[in-house]
Protein backbone atom coordinates (compact mmCIF):
# COMPACT_ATOMS: atom_id res chain seq x y z
CA UNK A 1 0.00 0.00 0.00
CA UNK A 2 1.13 3.52 -0.30
CA UNK A 3 1.57 6.44 1.93
CA UNK A 4 -1.62 7.46 1.34
CA UNK A 5 -3.81 4.48 2.15
CA UNK A 6 -1.67 4.09 5.03
CA UNK A 7 -2.58 7.08 6.32
CA UNK A 8 -6.51 6.72 5.82
CA UNK A 9 -6.47 3.35 6.90
CA UNK A 10 -4.38 4.46 10.26
CA UNK A 11 -6.60 7.49 10.57
CA UNK A 12 -9.54 5.12 9.98
CA UNK A 13 -8.96 2.30 12.63
CA UNK A 14 -6.44 3.88 15.41
CA UNK A 15 -7.84 4.64 19.02
CA UNK A 16 -6.39 7.67 20.06
CA UNK A 17 -5.78 8.60 23.89
CA UNK A 18 -6.52 12.75 24.46
CA UNK A 19 -3.80 13.85 26.95
CA UNK A 20 -2.82 17.27 28.33
CA UNK A 21 -0.23 17.82 25.56
CA UNK A 22 -2.72 16.84 22.57
CA UNK A 23 -6.56 17.26 23.76
CA UNK A 24 -9.63 16.88 22.20
CA UNK A 25 -10.97 20.25 19.70
CA UNK A 26 -14.45 20.67 18.38
CA UNK A 27 -13.84 22.66 14.83
CA UNK A 28 -15.51 25.81 14.50
CA UNK A 29 -14.67 26.11 10.98
CA UNK A 30 -11.79 26.41 7.58
CA UNK A 31 -9.51 29.47 7.61
CA UNK A 32 -7.76 29.24 4.32
CA UNK A 33 -4.82 27.53 3.63
CA UNK A 34 -4.90 24.10 5.82
CA UNK A 35 -6.18 26.33 8.82
CA UNK A 36 -8.91 25.35 10.54
CA UNK A 37 -10.23 27.15 13.80
CA UNK A 38 -10.41 25.07 17.07
CA UNK A 39 -12.28 25.56 20.47
CA UNK A 40 -10.04 23.23 23.22
CA UNK A 41 -11.19 23.07 26.58
CA UNK A 42 -9.61 24.68 29.59
CA UNK A 43 -9.75 22.00 31.86
CA UNK A 44 -7.82 20.11 29.10
CA UNK A 45 -4.74 21.85 28.62
CA UNK A 46 -1.91 22.05 30.98
CA UNK A 47 -1.45 25.41 32.73
CA UNK A 48 1.67 26.39 30.74
CA UNK A 49 -0.23 25.97 27.45
CA UNK A 50 -3.23 28.04 29.06
CA UNK A 51 -1.08 30.80 29.72
CA UNK A 52 1.27 30.81 26.45
CA UNK A 53 -1.73 30.69 23.67
CA UNK A 54 -4.70 32.54 25.74
CA UNK A 55 -4.57 34.13 28.99
CA UNK A 56 -7.58 35.18 29.50
CA UNK A 57 -9.96 33.32 32.47
CA UNK A 58 -12.67 31.58 30.40
CA UNK A 59 -13.22 27.66 30.45
CA UNK A 60 -12.84 27.60 26.59
CA UNK A 61 -10.14 28.71 24.37
CA UNK A 62 -10.21 29.31 20.78
CA UNK A 63 -6.64 28.97 18.46
CA UNK A 64 -5.80 27.94 14.82
CA UNK A 65 -4.85 24.55 14.15
CA UNK A 66 -2.91 23.78 11.10
CA UNK A 67 -3.38 20.38 9.25
CA UNK A 68 -0.73 18.32 8.21
CA UNK A 69 0.84 17.71 5.04
CA UNK A 70 0.08 13.93 5.62
CA UNK A 71 -3.53 14.58 5.63
CA UNK A 72 -4.26 16.93 3.67
CA UNK A 73 -5.49 14.85 0.34
CA UNK A 74 -6.59 12.01 2.68
CA UNK A 75 -8.54 13.09 5.55
CA UNK A 76 -11.12 16.12 5.68
CA UNK A 77 -12.28 17.88 7.97
CA UNK A 78 -15.87 19.05 8.73
CA UNK A 79 -16.85 22.20 10.53
CA UNK A 80 -18.53 20.91 14.32
CA UNK A 81 -16.05 17.67 14.17
CA UNK A 82 -13.59 16.36 16.92
CA UNK A 83 -10.07 16.49 16.60
CA UNK A 84 -6.69 16.11 18.39
CA UNK A 85 -4.93 19.26 18.50
CA UNK A 86 -1.27 18.68 19.54
CA UNK A 87 -0.32 21.90 21.31
CA UNK A 88 3.23 20.63 22.71
CA UNK A 89 4.23 24.09 20.67
CA UNK A 90 3.03 26.69 18.76
CA UNK A 91 4.03 27.24 15.54
CA UNK A 92 3.36 30.66 15.03
CA UNK A 93 1.95 34.02 16.84
CA UNK A 94 -1.51 33.01 15.45
CA UNK A 95 -1.19 29.66 15.09
CA UNK A 96 -1.55 27.59 17.99
CA UNK A 97 -0.59 23.56 16.88
CA UNK A 98 -1.44 20.89 14.76
CA UNK A 99 -4.12 18.38 14.38
CA UNK A 100 -2.57 15.30 14.73
CA UNK A 101 -6.24 13.31 14.37
CA UNK A 102 -9.19 13.64 12.84
CA UNK A 103 -11.82 12.34 14.98
CA UNK A 104 -14.32 9.95 13.19
CA UNK A 105 -17.55 9.04 14.87
CA UNK A 106 -16.44 5.56 15.98
CA UNK A 107 -13.36 7.26 17.82
CA UNK A 108 -15.40 9.22 19.50
CA UNK A 109 -17.56 6.43 20.62
CA UNK A 110 -14.92 4.23 21.76
CA UNK A 111 -13.45 7.44 23.77
CA UNK A 112 -16.39 7.53 25.20
CA UNK A 113 -17.01 4.13 26.24
CA UNK A 114 -13.20 3.87 27.45
CA UNK A 115 -14.42 7.02 29.47
CA UNK A 116 -11.77 9.21 28.32
CA UNK A 117 -14.35 11.75 26.89
CA UNK A 118 -14.84 14.81 29.18
CA UNK A 119 -17.49 14.51 30.99
CA UNK A 120 -18.10 18.41 30.93
CA UNK A 121 -17.73 19.01 27.48
CA UNK A 122 -21.61 19.09 26.76
CA UNK A 123 -21.63 22.23 29.23
CA UNK A 124 -19.13 23.99 28.02
CA UNK A 125 -19.84 23.75 24.55
CA UNK A 126 -23.82 24.86 25.15
CA UNK A 127 -22.39 27.63 27.00
CA UNK A 128 -20.15 28.87 24.29
CA UNK A 129 -22.21 28.08 21.34
CA UNK A 130 -25.24 28.93 23.13
CA UNK A 131 -28.74 26.79 23.93
CA UNK A 132 -29.59 26.25 19.89
CA UNK A 133 -26.79 24.21 19.28
CA UNK A 134 -26.20 22.21 22.18
CA UNK A 135 -25.78 18.45 20.23
CA UNK A 136 -23.00 17.55 19.18
CA UNK A 137 -22.20 16.92 15.34
CA UNK A 138 -23.46 13.30 15.26
CA UNK A 139 -25.74 13.40 17.19
CA UNK A 140 -28.38 14.01 14.51
CA UNK A 141 -27.71 10.58 12.67
CA UNK A 142 -30.09 8.21 14.73
CA UNK A 143 -32.70 10.65 14.81
CA UNK A 144 -33.89 11.45 11.25
CA UNK A 145 -37.26 13.18 11.49
CA UNK A 146 -37.18 14.82 8.16
CA UNK A 147 -39.48 13.44 5.07
CA UNK A 148 -36.21 12.10 3.69
CA UNK A 149 -36.74 9.01 3.97
CA UNK A 150 -34.01 6.40 4.18
CA UNK A 151 -31.99 8.07 1.70
CA UNK A 152 -30.43 10.38 3.26
CA UNK A 153 -29.66 7.80 6.12
CA UNK A 154 -27.55 5.44 3.18
CA UNK A 155 -25.71 8.86 2.06
CA UNK A 156 -24.45 10.01 5.06
CA UNK A 157 -22.04 8.43 7.35
CA UNK A 158 -23.41 5.81 9.93
CA UNK A 159 -23.16 5.86 13.24
CA UNK A 160 -20.48 2.77 13.94
CA UNK A 161 -17.67 5.45 12.18
CA UNK A 162 -17.96 4.07 8.42
CA UNK A 163 -17.37 6.27 6.16
CA UNK A 164 -19.73 6.37 2.76
CA UNK A 165 -18.08 6.19 -0.44
CA UNK A 166 -20.73 7.44 -2.31
CA UNK A 167 -20.99 10.84 -3.65
CA UNK A 168 -23.52 13.19 -1.65
CA UNK A 169 -23.63 15.86 -4.53
CA UNK A 170 -24.70 13.57 -7.01
CA UNK A 171 -28.58 12.31 -7.59
CA UNK A 172 -29.40 9.01 -6.93
CA UNK A 173 -31.36 7.19 -9.38
CA UNK A 174 -33.54 4.51 -8.86
CA UNK A 175 -33.28 1.31 -11.12
CA UNK A 176 -36.34 -0.15 -10.50
CA UNK A 177 -38.69 3.11 -12.25
CA UNK A 178 -37.25 2.47 -15.27
CA UNK A 179 -37.96 -1.57 -15.44
CA UNK A 180 -41.33 -0.74 -14.38
CA UNK A 181 -41.49 1.87 -17.59
CA UNK A 182 -40.71 -1.34 -19.50
CA UNK A 183 -42.63 -3.97 -18.62
CA UNK A 184 -45.63 -1.52 -18.77
CA UNK A 185 -44.63 -1.25 -22.75
CA UNK A 186 -45.37 -4.70 -23.00
Not at 77 to 98: A, F, N, P
Not at 104 to 109: I, L, N, R, S, T
Request: aromatic share 4%.
Amino acid sequence: MGRGKHTMQDALTALPEPTMQCPVARVLGPRGQHLHEVVVARTLVADDINQRLNPEDKAWFTTLAQLPPKFRSVVWVKRGGYVLVDLSEQLTDKIGGDIAIVLMAGQVKHLKQAGQWPSDYDAIWSDMLGSSSTQPPDSHLGNNNSDQGSESDSSSSSSDGQISRENPNRRHVEESSTSEEDSDNE
